[in-house]
C-alpha cells in the first residue's frame, strides 16, 4: 500500500510566521501534488512537482512556495502566513505513468490566528 | 463553465437502496477517470478508476463511463450508513507535464438513512 505521510496534523501559527508543511511518501513516486481544501470551493491545486526539483504552479499558488530535494519529500512554504490561509492541506503522490491516480495523506489543518 | 461538474447534493438514499451519482467533464480527450470517497475530516481516498467507456464493478460500486457524452457516473449497491461520505470525480487532464495533473469536481454528498 500507498503511504503519504504528512509531518502534523493540526497546526496553529501566527500571521507573518513562515510555515513549513512537510510530506513524505514511500512508493518512489515520481509525481507529488500539494491541494488545499475550503468549504464550498472543493479541492484547489496549489503546486505540483514531476521530478527532484521541478514545480509546475497550480490554481492558485500566491503566497506559497514548494521544494523538492530528494524525490519523497515535497514541501509546501507559506512565506509569511495570513488568515485566509487557514484551511486543510492535503499531500498526494502518483506514479509517473499516465492515468495513475492520486494517493493522499491524511491531511494538515492549518489555522492561522 | 467549470471542468469537472457533480451535483453538489445531498442525496438521501434509503438504506439498501443504490445511490446513482454522476459527473461530467469538459475536456473531450481525457482519459483517465477516477472516483474518491471521503468522510469528513477525513482526506480522499481512491475507489474506483475507470479508462474505457462502459461499467466497471468492483464489490458494490459500479463505474460507468460514455465519453461520447463526457460523462462517469457511480453507482452504490445495497447502501450502508458507513457510505454516507462526499464522493469526488476525478479527471486527468491531457498531455505534458500536467498528464497526471488530476482536476477534482466539487463533490457530492451521500447520506444514507437507516
Known amino acids: 500500500d500507498v503511504k503519504v505521510t504528512q509531518s502534523s496534523r493540526y497546526l496553529v501559527k501566527r500571521t507573518g510566521e513562515k510555515v513549513f508543511l512537510e510530506c513524505v511518501q514511500d512508493?518512489?513516486?515520481?509525481?507529488m501534488f500539494w491541494y488545499r481544501q475550503d468549504p464550498g470551493l472543493g479541492l484547489r491545486l496549489i503546486y505540483f512537482?514531476?521530478?527532484?526539483?521541478?514545480?509546475e504552479k497550480g490554481d492558485i499558488p500566491e503566497g506559497y512556495s514548494v521544494s523538492r530535494e530528494k524525490k519523497e519529500r515535497f514541501s509546501l512554504i507559506l512565506e509569511s502566513a495570513s488568515t485566509n490561509q487557514t484551511s486543510m492541506y492535503l499531500c498526494?503522490?502518483?506514479?509517473?505513468?499516465?492515468?495513475?491516480?492520486?494517493?493522499f495523506g491524511n491531511g494538515t489543518r492549518l489555522t492561522v490566528t | 463553465q467549470k471542468e469537472v461538474e457533480q451535483n453538489s447534493g445531498p442525496l438521501s438514499v434509503p438504506e439498501g437502496a443504490i445511490a446513482s451519482l454522476n459527473c461530467t467533464y469538459s475536456?473531450?480527450?481525457?482519459?483517465?477517470f477516477f472516483w474518491y470517497r471521503q468522510y469528513s475530516g477525513k482526506s480522499p481516498e481512491l475507489i474506483m478508476s475507470?479508462?474505457?467507456?462502459g461499467d466497471k464493478e468492483d464489490g458494490r460500486f459500479t463505474a460507468q463511463l460514455n465519453k461520447a457524452s463526457q460523462y462517469v457516473s457511480l453507482l452504490i449497491r445495497d447502501s450502508q450508513p458507513s457510505d454516507s461520505a462526499t464522493y469526488l470525480c476525478?479527471?486527468?487532464?491531457?498531455?505534458?507535464?500536467?498528464?497526471?495533473?488530476?482536476?477534482f469536481g466539487g463533490g457530492t454528498r451521500v447520506l444514507v438513512k437507516p
Open positions: 498526494a503522490s502518483s506514479s509517473g505513468q499516465p492515468g495513475s491516480p492520486l494517493h
Open positions: 512508493m518512489d513516486h515520481e509525481n
Open positions: 512537482s514531476y521530478d527532484v526539483k521541478m514545480k
Open positions: 475536456d473531450r480527450v481525457s482519459q483517465s
Open positions: 475507470i479508462y474505457s467507456n
Open positions: 476525478a479527471v486527468i487532464a491531457s498531455g505534458g507535464a500536467a498528464g497526471n495533473k488530476l482536476t
